[in-house]
């Protein structure tokens, strides 16, 4: 099945010791999506890859960094983690959202919850 | 700007009750809406859609229907399962690069056996 996959779906770190968490997806969508979400709260978008136009959300801290090497995958670097990063990290993909209404839905894999210590 | 607003909860309910999860929204032009489900410890996945006006979304026994003239996208179940207890999200798409999803708060739901 087509799918969006994170890994590790745990991770625990130290604080300030850096930590990379991974995306895939086998949709072939061009947009991928980073997001963290905190308990009892909807997720909130850190930023956006439109192919490789990379698109960061304006109140993203700059403590938090992305690479996606190719259509495939996607990287959510955080360099120094606080323990205010302690949260569930989503990635999610769509279609070009531009392209009309059935290619506009984000599919989102099942998390990655990061704990700081 | 645009906007998503759904009722607070946590809701709880009887199993084979009747369900209504409020959502209205504010956005220029035509959005898409959707309704999106968390488990516990899940991501999000995509419960039911609809991209224009009068269209109604179902999925697993849930419909929400687009209503423009009031700018809503209730949630609705007919009989609800103890198997249904999650996070619910009302949400909203335009069709344009630059915006983003916009998510209301989301409604804890809670079915009692």
């Known amino acids: 099945d087509a799918m969006v996959i994170q890994n590790p779906r745990y991770q625990v770190t130290q604080f300030g010791k850096p930590v990379t968490l991974s995306c895939s997806q086998t949709l072939n969508h061009n947009v991928m999506y980073w997001y963290q979400q905190k308990s009892s709260q909807a997720p909130k978008l850190l930023f956006h890859?439109?192919?490789?136009?990379?698109?960061n959300e304006a109140d993203t801290p700059d403590n938090f960094q992305s690479r996606r090497p190719n259509t495939s995958f996607c990287f959510l670097d955080i360099r120094s983690p606080g323990l205010g990063d302690a949260a569930m990290y989503l990635c999610?993909?769509?279609?070009?959202?531009?392209?009309?209404?059935?290619?506009?839905?984000?599919?989102f894999g099942p998390g990655t919850r990061l704990t700081v210590l | 700007g645009n906007s998503v607003t759904q009722m607070e909860g946590p809701v709880t309910l009887s199993e084979e009750a009747f369900l209504t999860i409020n959502c209205t929204y504010t956005a220029t032009g035509y959005p898409s809406l959707f309704w999106y489900v968390q488990y516990p410890g899940e991501g999000l996945q995509l419960l039911l859609k609809?991209?224009?006006?009068?269209d109604k979304g179902s999925n697993k026994g849930f419909e929400a229907t687009y209503r423009k003239e009031t700018t809503s996208f209730h949630l609705e179940k007919g009989s609800v399962q103890v198997s249904d207890s999650a996070v619910y999200f009302c949400?909203?798409?335009?069709?344009?690069?630059?915006?983003?999803?916009?998510f209301g708060k989301g409604t804890r739901l809670h079915i009692l056996p």
């Open positions: 609809a991209t224009k006006a009068d």
């Open positions: 890859y439109y192919d490789k136009d990379f698109n």
């Open positions: 999610a993909t769509s279609r070009d959202p531009t392209q009309g209404a059935s290619t506009d839905t984000q599919y």
């Open positions: 949400a909203l798409s335009r069709l344009n690069r630059d915006d983003k999803i916009i």
